[in-house]
């Protein structure tokens, strides 16, 4: 890109449509090339850009590059060189376009900063997330909840709710001492992106269902909507970390259960799944947790939301200790639950 300009990786993601969260100095989304890629939509968000370099790679499906490449594959500015075959990428038009949407010159930034004022008034105060701006939302449709195998009950139990306007699922998030409504979670079912409410929501600083957490064994899952999963099969007071990264934060407030059983999407065919089983191992190490890990068997499930009410239940009976390492949650030649 040259250092004679600076590119806002946010402002192209934004230019592009392609929702985000922030994690960090990361922005993480749904992969942009994930069904051309395999043929089938991402269902988590998998993929990761460093605001800073704007390198990003899908930890599922295995896409990766810069910036320009990803401007580029969005909106297909290929072409063929002459005597080849295949198309190459047309970093020219690349670069032209993120011109018009994220450079500033050096020079466009001296003059920007001589024109702000000597004093900048404090922030408004964010407007406080009380129980009433729930009010507006119903309980999830039997369509809704049946495309998820989720039962009417597991939805009240924890809270779960349904904004009829957009179809999507409402996912709220409290503080996790004093129960506090801190804002919700917005799953699309139309487009399948995740936005935050209010956009500044930091959800490391606690776990989905912490008031439903099991205090003698917690099972713990990347989505929300997994512990519903599991609640309609009958597992009681599983909690989600909302992502997958597992922050220190969450980590100590998985002390409060005499046993952890991790069950996040399958690391076998996951790559985030598997490394958000690898950060939990160094978080149990730490804390001295008494932890285990679901056993997906020789099954091919994404997730937990892929599975049968038995298979999740051999799944938590069957969970491996975590002092057998890598191999707890990594198996091989393991029998299914039918065999």
């Known amino acids: 890109m040259g250092d004679s300009v600076t590119v806002d990786i946010e402002s192209v993601l934004t230019a592009l449509g392609i929702d985000f969260g922030l994690i960090g100095h990361e922005a993480s989304a749904l992969c942009p090339m994930h069904e051309k890629r395999t043929g089938r939509l991402d269902n988590n968000p998998s993929w990761f850009i460093n605001l800073e370099s704007g390198q990003h790679i899908c930890f599922s499906c295995g896409y990766k590059g810069n910036v320009v490449q990803l401007v580029c594959d969005i909106k297909g500015f290929h072409q063929k060189s002459w005597g080849q075959y295949e198309e190459e990428y047309d970093y020219r038009a690349g670069r032209e376009w993120l011109a018009t949407v994220s450079q500033v010159s050096p020079e466009r930034m001296l003059e920007i900063l001589k024109s702000l004022p000597s004093y900048l008034p404090p922030n408004p105060k964010p407007l406080e997330m009380s129980e009433a701006r729930l009010a507006v939302f119903v309980d999830p449709p039997k369509e809704a909840l049946d495309s998820r195998n989720i039962t009417l009950e597991a939805a009240q139990k924890y809270g779960v709710m349904w904004d009829n306007s957009k179809k999507t699922w409402i996912l709220p998030l409290r503080d996790p001492h004093f129960n506090q409504l801190l804002g919700w979670q917005e799953k699309g079912t139309v487009d399948r992106t995740f936005k935050n409410r209010p956009a500044g929501?930091?959800?490391?600083?606690?776990?989905?269902?912490?008031?439903?957490?099991?205090?003698?064994?917690?099972v713990v899952v990347e989505s929300p909507l997994d512990c519903l999963r599991f609640y309609s099969a009958g597992v009681v007071g599983a909690v989600a970390i909302c992502g997958s990264s597992v922050s220190e934060t969450q980590a100590r407030l998985l002390r409060y259960s005499e046993k952890v059983v991790i069950a996040f999407d399958n690391p076998n065919v996951d790559k985030a799944g598997k490394k958000a089983c690898d950060e939990m191992r160094i978080w149990g190490r730490k804390y001295g947790m008494n932890l285990f890990f679901f056993n997906y068997g020789s099954s091919n499930a994404k997730d937990p939301g892929d599975m049968t009410n038995d298979e999740l239940l051999w799944g938590i009976d069957n969970a491996k200790s975590a002092i057998y390492g890598e191999q707890a949650y990594v198996q091989r030649n393991t029998q299914t639950v039918s065999g």
């Open 201 to 218: 929501l930091t959800k490391s600083s606690t776990l989905f269902g912490i008031k439903q957490q099991n205090e003698l064994c917690v």
